[in-house]
């Protein structure tokens, strides 16, 4: 009976907020950090691809409004395919924080706790796995346009 209890309120939580399919704070954390690396450096480097193209060309725009939302859907599904299990994979401290508060406020008939020991993780890791990926982004369009390229925007894209 305490099982089914038990079950029933993780439930409840889950609809709420990200919990994990395996409490291990250490690999949660570089989960969900690396998720959003991925994530962010990927759509940062097909943004970057969009550069190259000749301004004011059928083929850019036909990349900027066709092609590249498709390339950053499918990697949001890959993304969240991959990470859905280990993690439930927040990617933004938003879509954890702010229901997991509002678990924590509601008056949930048989609720259980908001499991603010794992909040951190979903908050944190994204930010940490944000500033990775905007550190390999800006090594990479250094890398591609040395001395600002062809925008002339030196280390920050304008």
């Not at 954390?29 to 190259?52: D, N, S």
């Not at 229901?99 to 979903?122: M, N």
Request: no cysteine; hydrophobic share 50%.
């Amino acid at each position: 009976m305490q099982a089914a209890v038990e079950a029933d309120q993780n439930a409840k939580l889950s609809i709420f907020a990200t919990r994990p399919a395996i409490y291990a704070p250490l690999y949660n954390f570089i989960t969900e950090a690396m998720g959003t690396t991925a994530l962010l450096l990927l759509a940062l480097l097909v943004e970057l691809q969009a550069r190259r193209f000749p301004e004011g060309s059928d083929i850019k725009l036909f990349y900027e409004v066709g092609v590249q939302s498709l390339i950053l859907s499918f990697i949001i599904v890959v993304l969240i395919a991959g990470l859905g299990g280990p993690t439930a994979y927040a990617a933004n401290p938003a879509r954890d924080l702010g229901p997991r508060l509002a678990h924590q406020l509601l008056p949930i008939l048989g609720k259980g706790s908001s499991e603010w020991s794992y909040a951190w993780i979903p908050f944190f890791a994204p930010l940490i796995g944000g500033v990775i990926a905007g550190a390999l982004y800006i090594a990479i369009e250094e890398m591609q346009f040395p001395g600002g390229g062809p925008k002339g925007g030196g280390l920050f894209v304008g």
